[in-house]
Nanobody, 126 residues
Framework: VQLQASGGGSVQAGGSLRLSCLAS????????EGWFRQAPGKEREFVAA?????????HYADSVKGRFTISRDNAKNTVYLQMDNLKPEDTAVYYC???????????????????WGQGTLVTVSS
């Protein structure tokens, strides 16, 4: 299984970016997928998740609710993270990950995930 994240870049505050995570070696639609981020000097934190075994339910960190949207294109085996109204505090390396099927670990926890992409850098300037 390989996950390839892309779409990062540099934007000004208030701008938008869309991250993509392409999966190979597995069928995304049967798992859950999540996005995490890690800013310099900080721990990796949960951003959003979409869970197939709960009817495609979505989950968001409070800090991104109303600004970020996670979605999935099963035909392309790709998960997206649409990020709008970006803020400087959103600056981080963003990672996509595949959740273990039917995991009982909360999807907000990194240990709920078994495969991770390489990360893509998002920089938001004020």
């Amino acid at each position: 299984v390989q996950l390839q994240a892309s779409g990062g870049g540099s934007v000004q505050a208030g701008g938008s970016l869309r991250l993509s995570c392409l999966a190979s070696g597995c069928t995304f639609s049967t798992y859950g997928e999540g996005w995490f981020r890690q800013a310099p000097g900080k721990e990796r934190e949960f951003v959003a998740a979409i869970i197939s075994w709960s009817g495609g339910s979505t989950h968001y960190a409070d800090s991104v609710k109303g600004r970020f949207t996670i979605s999935r294109d099963n035909a392309k085996n790709t998960v997206y993270l649409q990020m709008d109204n970006l803020k400087p505090e959103d600056t981080a390396v963003y990672y996509c990950a595949r959740a273990r099927a039917y995991t009982e670990v909360p999807v907000t926890q990194p240990r709920a995930y078994d495969y991770w992409g390489q990360g893509t850098l998002v920089t938001v300037s004020s």
